[in-house]
């Protein structure tokens, strides 16, 4: 489904941007607001996983994972990882995370830089150097 359809008639709508600018400011009444809030997410898929089985790669929860230049990557990653059987689930999916990674890192542009090495510290500024005791006085 077209989530433009799927969204309430705002009436009072305006768009107000720079024709290059990027994002888009929108004033919305009160009644608007009232509207979005009636029902939110009506028509407006939460989960990808349909209940018939199949995946909707439509779904805003794939955060447009299922389009772009590692399109067919991520959605062959994603079905491995559904469907697997394995114990621990996905871990017969390690070739395809792996293809889908290294599409991922060779466009940076489209899915930003890679994480910092340091992301995975515990806690920022952690160190591995032991600690220093404290100065005494004499």
């Avoid at 509207?35 to 939460?46: A, I, R, S, Y």
């Avoid at 469907?83 to 996905?90: E, I, Q, T, V, W």
Wanted: charged content about 20%; proline content about 12%; aromatic content about 6%.
């Amino acid at each position: 489904p077209d989530r433009a359809t799927s969204q309430p008639e705002l009436a009072s709508t305006r768009s107000m941007s720079a024709p290059a600018a990027k994002d888009e400011v929108h004033f919305l009444s009160k009644e608007d607001i009232d509207k979005l809030n009636e029902n939110p997410t009506e028509g407006v898929p939460t989960q990808a996983l349909q209940p018939d089985g199949g995946i909707d790669w439509d779904c805003p929860c794939l955060k447009g994972m299922a389009s772009g230049p590692c399109a067919e990557d991520f959605k062959s990653a994603f079905s491995c990882f559904v469907y697997s059987k394995a114990d621990p689930r996905g871990s017969d999916c390690i070739e395809q995370f792996s293809k889908m990674q290294a599409c991922l890192l060779s466009h940076p542009e489209t899915y930003g830089p890679p994480p910092s090495e340091n992301a995975d510290s515990a806690a920022p500024g952690a160190s591995d150097a032991p600690a220093q005791p404290a100065p005494t006085s004499q």
